[in-house]
Nanobody, 122 residues
């Protein structure tokens, strides 16, 4: 069982920046960020594997950066140029399996955090 705890959510104005953090009880091969806005399905935002290979949703490419610090069992999401449509509950997810990009697109992760709320005002 992997425990995940997110932090860093806040209310910011459009164009602003925010950095989310997630601390895991153990490191896993794939770690990712998902989000779910009001009335929408959960969306994969970004994923990173144990070697640092990353993949992003088209909607956040060039604005968001995922990173991890394995020495701290931590995952991060740096969000820049935020837009109102980025408003959502952001959750981190972990899985010990491979093919992290496919897992992101298919939302196939075994472990999930409770989420941290990000609100972007116009």
């Amino acid at each position: 069982q992997v425990q995940l705890a997110e932090s860093g959510g806040d209310t910011v104005q459009a164009g602003g920046s925010l950095k989310l953090s997630c601390v895991a009880s153990v490191n896993t091969y794939c770690m990712a960020w998902f989000r779910q806005g009001p009335g929408t399905e959960r969306e994969g935002v970004a994923v990173i594997d144990s070697y640092g290979v990353t993949s992003y949703a088209d909607s956040v490419k060039g604005r968001f950066t995922i990173s991890r610090d394995k020495s701290k069992n931590s995952l991060y999401l740096q969000m820049n140029s935020l837009k109102p449509e980025d408003t959502a509950l952001y959750s981190c997810a972990a899985d010990g399996g491979s093919d992290c990009e496919r897992r992101l697109h298919r939302r196939m992760f075994d472990y999930w955090g409770q989420g941290t709320q990000v609100n972007v005002s116009s």
